[in-house]
C-alpha cells in the first residue's frame, strides 16, 4: 500500500510538470560541466608550444603559468595542459604566475635576466679597442630556448672605432609588433665616437629619424626618436640616444609599438659604461 501511494504521488508530479527531486541526478556545485578553458597546446615533432594567439602555458603540476621567455619553464618537450592569451584568464582558470630566476622582472609582458656573467666581461674588454666607454647593459630580454645567450663572441667593438651588440630572436607578446610586424625581437646598441663621421654612422641607424621626446636615463639627458619604415638598418624602430665622455649612444628595438619605449628604456637604464683606464 505505501508503495503505490508514493508511485502515485510521483505521476501525479510529474503530470504537474514538476520533477521530483528523487528522480534529479548529482550535478557539480555550479550545475553544469563547463567546458575546458584556453586552447590546447601545438605539437611539432617531440615539443609542445603554445601559440602566438595563446602563448601563456600551463602546468597542472604546481598550477603554474609561465609566460614566454622565462627560463624556469619546464623543457619543451613536456606537454603544456593549456594555453592562454592573458594572465586574467589564466588566473580564473586557477593557475597563479610562476616565479623568476633572481634578478629577472616583467617588463609590459616581456621577461628580463640578468646579462650572463661571460657577456659582461665580453663587453667591458671590447671598450679596449674603443676611444670611448663600452655600453654594457646588465639587463636584457630573456633569448628562445632554442637561440644562443647573447654574447659579443664576434667582436662587440667594430671597424672604425665603433660599437654594436644585436639580440635577435627574443619573445614578445602575441600582439605586440616587432621585426617583421611579427612578435620577434631584435634589439641593437650602439656607439660611435663624437667627430667627423658622427653624422655618416648615424645615418646608418636611421636616415630619416625625428625626436619626439626628451628624457634622463642615469641622469643623462637623452633623446627618444621614431625612425620610419623604410630600407635603413634600423627601419620601424623606436630608439633612445645619449652622448657620454666622447661618445653618442643608442639602444633601439625594431618596433614602433607603444610598449616599446619601456623596453628601450629598461635597457637603457641597466647599461654600465665601461672603459679601460689608458696604460
Same mark, same amino acid.
Given at each position: 500500500?505505501?508503495?503505490?501511494?508514493?508511485?502515485?504521488?510521483?505521476?501525479?508530479?510529474?503530470?504537474?510538470?514538476?520533477? *521530483?527531486?528523487?528522480?534529479?541526478?548529482?550535478?557539480?556545485?555550479?550545475?553544469?560541466?563547463?567546458?575546458?578553458?584556453?586552447?590546447?597546446?601545438?605539437?611539432?615533432?617531440?615539443?609542445?608550444?603554445?601559440?602566438?594567439?595563446?602563448?601563456?602555458?600551463?602546468?597542472?603540476?604546481?598550477?603554474?603559468?609561465?609566460?614566454?621567455?622565462? *627560463?624556469?619553464?619546464?623543457?619543451?618537450?613536456?606537454?603544456?595542459?593549456?594555453?592562454?592569451?592573458?594572465?586574467?584568464?589564466?588566473?580564473?582558470?586557477?593557475?597563479?604566475?610562476?616565479?623568476?630566476? *633572481?634578478?629577472?622582472?616583467?617588463?609590459?609582458?616581456?621577461?628580463?635576466?640578468?646579462?650572463?656573467?661571460? !657577456?659582461?666581461?665580453?663587453?667591458?674588454?671590447?671598450?679596449?679597442?674603443?676611444?670611448?666607454?663600452?655600453?654594457?647593459?646588465?639587463?636584457?630580454?630573456?633569448?628562445? *630556448?632554442?637561440?644562443?645567450?647573447?654574447?659579443?663572441?664576434?667582436?662587440?667593438?667594430?671597424?672604425?672605432?665603433?660599437?654594436?651588440?644585436?639580440?635577435?630572436? !627574443?619573445?614578445?607578446?602575441?600582439? !605586440?609588433?616587432? !621585426?617583421?610586424?611579427?612578435?620577434?625581437?631584435?634589439?641593437?646598441?650602439?656607439?660611435?665616437?663624437?667627430?667627423?663621421?658622427?653624422?655618416?654612422?648615424?645615418?646608418?641607424?636611421?636616415?630619416?629619424?625625428?625626436?619626439?621626446?626628451?628624457?634622463?636615463?642615469?641622469?643623462?639627458?637623452?633623446?627618444? #626618436?621614431?625612425?620610419?619604415?623604410?630600407?635603413?638598418?634600423?627601419?620601424?624602430?623606436?630608439?633612445?640616444?645619449?652622448? #657620454?665622455?666622447?661618445?653618442?649612444?643608442?639602444?633601439?628595438?625594431?618596433?614602433?609599438?607603444?610598449?616599446?619605449?619601456?623596453?628601450?628604456?629598461?635597457?637603457?637604464?641597466?647599461?654600465?659604461?665601461?672603459?679601460?683606464?689608458?696604460?
Amino acid at each position: 500500500m505505501r508503495r503505490l501511494t508514493v508511485l502515485t504521488i510521483l505521476v501525479t508530479l510529474g503530470i504537474a510538470g514538476i520533477t *521530483p527531486i528523487l528522480d534529479r541526478p548529482a550535478t557539480s556545485p555550479a550545475g553544469v560541466v563547463k567546458p575546458a578553458s584556453g586552447r590546447a597546446p601545438v605539437r611539432s615533432g617531440n615539443d609542445w608550444f603554445c601559440p602566438p594567439s595563446s602563448p601563456l602555458a600551463t602546468y597542472l603540476s604546481g598550477r603554474t603559468i609561465f609566460e614566454p621567455g622565462n *627560463p624556469l619553464a619546464p623543457h619543451a618537450s613536456v606537454k603544456p595542459a593549456r594555453c592562454y592569451s592573458n594572465l586574467g584568464e589564466a588566473i580564473s582558470a586557477g593557475y597563479r604566475l610562476a616565479r623568476l630566476p *633572481p634578478g629577472a622582472r616583467y617588463v609590459d609582458g616581456i621577461v628580463f635576466l640578468p646579462a650572463p656573467a661571460t !657577456f659582461t666581461a665580453a663587453c667591458a674588454k671590447s671598450s679596449t679597442d674603443l676611444t670611448y666607454a663600452a655600453p654594457c647593459p646588465t639587463l636584457i630580454p630573456s633569448w628562445l *630556448p632554442t637561440g644562443a645567450p647573447p654574447s659579443c663572441s664576434f667582436g662587440c667593438a667594430k671597424a672604425g672605432d665603433r660599437f654594436q651588440f644585436q639580440m635577435w630572436g !627574443f619573445s614578445l607578446p602575441a600582439n !605586440f609588433e616587432g !621585426f617583421g610586424g611579427q612578435p620577434y625581437g631584435h634589439l641593437v646598441i650602439g656607439g660611435v665616437r663624437v667627430g667627423a663621421d658622427l653624422q655618416r654612422e648615424l645615418a646608418l641607424w636611421c636616415p630619416r629619424t625625428h625626436e619626439v621626446a626628451r628624457l634622463r636615463v642615469n641622469g643623462w639627458a637623452a633623446g627618444l #626618436y621614431r625612425c620610419p619604415p623604410g630600407e635603413s638598418f634600423l627601419a620601424g624602430s623606436t630608439q633612445i640616444r645619449w652622448g #657620454y665622455h666622447g661618445g653618442i649612444y643608442g639602444v633601439s628595438i625594431q618596433s614602433q609599438d607603444a610598449r616599446a619605449v619601456d623596453i628601450v628604456r629598461a635597457v637603457a637604464a641597466s647599461i654600465r659604461m665601461r672603459q679601460t683606464p689608458a696604460a
